[in-house]
C-alpha cells in the first residue's frame, strides 16, 4: 500500500566509519530508498553487507555521513540529536532477533515501558494500551509472566507487542525471526505483518529467510553499500 507523503525518503545515502588505523570503511555507498506509510519492505543481503547500519539510520539511531534523508518530512540533517531521539521514541518501534526483553520485568511491564516516554492518554493509560497491545499478540493471560517463563516465539510476540503500543508509523525488524524455529518464526512473522497493517505502519524487516522475505510487496537486496530494488508486489 503505497499512500500519502513518504514517511522516510534516502537520497543517495552514504554510511562509513573510520578505523583504529584510520582507515575508512565505506558501508553504505548511495542508497536511495522510499517508504510509504503503510509499506511492507523486506531487506536482505550477506552478512555484513550493512543491513543493520541501513536500519538504524531509518530509525534515527544513526545518521548518514552524506546523502539527503528525511523523516516525515523534516530533514534528519536538521534534526538534533534530541529531536532525533523524540521522534525515534513516538515514531518508530524496532523488533529484535534476540527479543530484548527486561529480564526482571513481567510481559506487562516489559510492553508499558515505551509508554514511560509518552505523554497525555498513551501516559495515564499505559497499563491498559500495554494490556490490550499483548491481547492482541495472543498473550492476555501471559500479562504477569516475566520472559524466562515464556517459550522464544511468547517472548517475541510481548517484543512486537513492546514496538507497537506506541502506534509507531515506522516497525523495523532486524531478523526477527532469526532465533525461533521455522513453524514460530512463520507464525510470528504473519503476525507482525498482520499488527502492523492493521494499525498503518510502515514496516520494514531485515532478514535472511527468503520466506519471510516473501511475505513483503516490496523487496531490495543490499549490495555493495547499495539497494538493489526487487518487485514491487501489488498489495
Ligand atoms: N562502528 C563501526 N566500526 C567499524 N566497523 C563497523 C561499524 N559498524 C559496522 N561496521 C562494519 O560494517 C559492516 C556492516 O555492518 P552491519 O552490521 O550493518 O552489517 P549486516 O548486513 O547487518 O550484517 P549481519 O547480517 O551479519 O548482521 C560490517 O563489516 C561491520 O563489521
Known amino acids: 500500500m503505497t499512500v500519502g507523503e513518504p514517511l522516510a525518503v534516502l537520497t543517495k545515502v552514504t554510511r562509513s566509519v ?21 509499506d511492507h519492505l523486506s531487506i536482505v543481503g550477506r552478512s555484513g553487507s550493512g543491513k543493520s547500519t541501513l536500519l538504524n539510520i531509518l530509525g534515527l539511531l544513526d545518521v548518514p555521513t552524506t546523502g539527503l534523508m528525511t523523516f516525515a518530512g523534516e530533514p534528519v540533517e536538521r534534526m538534533g540529536e534530541k529531536r532525533r531521539a523524540q521522534a525515534r521514541g513516538s515514531a518508530v518501534g524496532f523488533i529484535f532477533q534476540q527479543f530484548n526483553l527486561l529480564a526482571e520485568r513481567t510481559a506487562l511491564e516489559n510492553v ?117 530494488p526487487g518487485l514491487r508486489v501489488a498489495a
Open 18 to 38: 573510520v578505523l583504529p588505523d584510520h582507515g575508512t570503511l565505506q558501508i553504505l555507498t548511495g542508497v536511495d530508498l522510499t517508504v510509504y506509510p503503510g
Open 112 to 228: 508499558m515501558t515505551p509508554l514511560l516516554y509518552a505523554r497525555g492518554r498513551q501516559f495515564w493509560q499505559r497499563e491498559r494500551l500495554a494490556a490490550a497491545m499483548l491481547d492482541r499478540v495472543g498473550l492476555g493471560s501471559r500479562l504477569h509472566d516475566r520472559p524466562s517463563k515464556l517459550s522464544g516465539g511468547e517472548q517475541q510476540r510481548v517484543a512486537i507487542a513492546r514496538a507497537l503500543v506506541r502506534s509507531p508509523q515506522l516497525i523495523l525488524a532486524d531478523e526477527p525471526t532469526g532465533a525461533l524455529d521455522i513453524a514460530t518464526g512463520a507464525y510470528v512473522m504473519d503476525l507482525l505483518a498482520e499488527v502492523a497493517a492493521e494499525s498503518g505502519a510502515a514496516l520494514v524487516t531485515i532478514t535472511h529467510d527468503p520466506k519471510v522475505a516473501a511475505l513483503a510487496q516490496e523487496h531490495f537486496l543490499l549490495q555493495d553499500g547499495q539497494l538493489e
